[in-house]
């Protein structure tokens, strides 16, 4: 059974760091497209951010841009988020994802492109 599972969340202060990790079992990241996706109490799943399969691309929500970065790391079959000055309106449950990319370069940023997901990891960040 393919399985991806997140882990680095947590309860932080407002201007914390965060970085989340997904780790991937019984299957092999490398020919993926990725992305972490987050979802708050009462919202929609939102968009965060993706990155392509040979990892020349990458992509954010306006609302974290510069402030999260995705990373992957094929070696370790892992990919990553690092967030960095956080804020509460970052609080949400956060997904990893896979998807089955069309080109190398190719990243997605809708949730319907995504084969499969992890159950999530709790962020929360504190005022």
């Known amino acids: 059974q393919v399985r991806l599972v997140e882990s680095g969340g947590g309860l932080v202060p407002a201007g914390a760091s965060l970085r989340l990790s997904c780790a991937a079992s019984?299957?092999?990241?490398?020919?993926?497209?990725l992305g972490w996706f987050r979802q708050a109490p009462g919202k929609d799943r939102e968009f965060v951010a993706a990155?392509?399969?040979?990892?020349?691309?990458?992509r954010y929500t306006d609302s974290v841009q510069g402030r999260f970065a995705i990373s992957r790391d094929n070696t370790r079959n892992t990919v990553s988020l690092l967030m960095n000055s956080l804020k509460p309106e970052d609080t949400a449950v956060y997904y990893c994802?896979?998807?089955?990319?069309?080109?190398?370069?190719?990243?997605?940023?809708?949730?319907?492109?995504?084969?499969?997901w992890g159950q999530g990891t709790q962020v929360t960040v504190s005022s």
């Open positions: 994802a896979a998807a089955q990319p069309y080109l190398p370069y190719s990243y997605y940023t809708s949730a319907n492109e995504y084969d499969y």
């Open positions: 990155i392509s399969r040979d990892s020349v691309n990458t």
């Open positions: 019984r299957f092999t990241l490398s020919p993926y497209a």
